[in-house]
């Protein structure tokens, strides 16, 4: 059964950077991509980076484009999400999901990690 782990949230000034963690177990993690989301206090929850099994091939929502940076570490089964320039409107819960390349996301929605930009 597929798990996920979400870890490195905290509170940071705008402008400040963070790295999320996203670990992953119960799957061949090799077969698997991962979607990064976030939901906002009173909003919907939104999608914000993926990348595919190779970790070749990554793709953005248009708010983080240029600031965030995903990538994979397949011996660890982990997968990164590089925050940099942040803002505050960054603030969210995020939470990352396996995605099987047939059957989409799979899973259940993991705790998350709370980040928080403010000064």
């Known amino acids: 059964q597929v798990q996920v782990v979400e870890s490195g949230g905290g509170l940071v000034q705008p402008g400040g950077s963070l790295r999320l963690s996203c670990a992953v177990s119960g799957i061949d993690f090799r077969i698997y991509g991962v979607n990064w989301y976030r939901q906002a206090l009173g909003k919907e929850r939104e999608w914000v980076a993926r990348?595919?099994?190779?970790?070749?091939?990554?793709d953005y929502a248009d708010s983080v484009k240029g600031r965030f940076a995903i990538r994979r570490d397949n011996a660890h089964k982990t997968v990164y999400l590089q925050m940099n320039s942040l803002k505050p409107e960054d603030t969210a819960v995020y939470y990352c999901?396996?995605?099987?390349?047939?059957?989409?996301?799979?899973?259940?929605w993991g705790q998350g990690t709370q980040v928080t930009v403010s000064s």
């Open positions: 990348i595919d099994s190779s970790g070749r091939r990554s």
């Open positions: 999901r396996a995605r099987h390349p047939g059957l989409g996301d799979v899973g259940s």
